[in-house]
Nanobody, 117 residues
Framework: QVQLVESGGGLVQPGGSLRLSCAASGISFRRYAMAWYRQAPGKQRELVTTITSSGTTNYADSVKGRFTISRDNAKNTVYLQMNSLKPEDTAVYYC???????????WGQGTQVTVSS
C-alpha cells in the first residue's frame, strides 16, 4: 500500500519559516521524482517545486529564493524548507510522487500552512 504522509504545517507569522516533510512508503522512492503542490482557497492547485530522482530541482517563480526542496533517499522522505513566508503562501500543501518512467503518480493528503499575523 502506497502512502505519502505530509507533516510540518501550521500557523506562522509573515517572515517566518516552516519545514514540511513527506514520508513515502510502499514505493521505490529512488525511482520517483517528488514535488510539492499547493492549493489556496478558491484557487486551482499549483506546482510549487520539483526534485528529480537524480536531484535536479525546479521552482515556481513565486517561491524562488525562499523555498528549498530536498530529498533523503535513505529515509524515503522529501522536505520543503520555506523561509520568508508571506500571507499569499497560505494554502494546503500536497506531496506528489511521479515515477521516472511509468505513468504512475501518488498524492499525499495535504498539510495546511497558514501565514498570518
Amino acid at each position: 500500500q502506497v502512502q505519502l504522509v505530509e507533516s510540518g504545517g501550521g500557523l506562522v507569522q509573515p517572515g517566518g519559516s516552516l519545514r514540511l516533510s513527506c514520508a513515502a512508503s510502499g514505493i521505490s522512492f529512488r525511482r520517483y521524482a517528488m514535488a510539492w503542490y499547493r492549493q489556496a482557497p478558491g484557487k486551482q492547485r499549483e506546482l510549487v517545486t520539483t526534485i528529480t530522482s537524480s536531484g535536479t530541482t525546479n521552482y515556481a517563480d513565486s517561491v524562488k529564493g525562499r523555498f528549498t526542496i530536498s530529498r533523503d533517499n535513505a529515509k524515503n522522505t522529501v522536505y520543503l524548507q520555506m523561509n520568508s513566508l508571506k500571507p499569499e503562501d497560505t494554502a494546503v500543501y500536497y506531496c506528489n510522487a511521479e515515477h521516472d518512467l511509468l505513468n504512475i503518480d501518488y498524492w499525499g493528503q495535504g498539510t495546511q500552512v497558514t501565514v498570518s499575523s
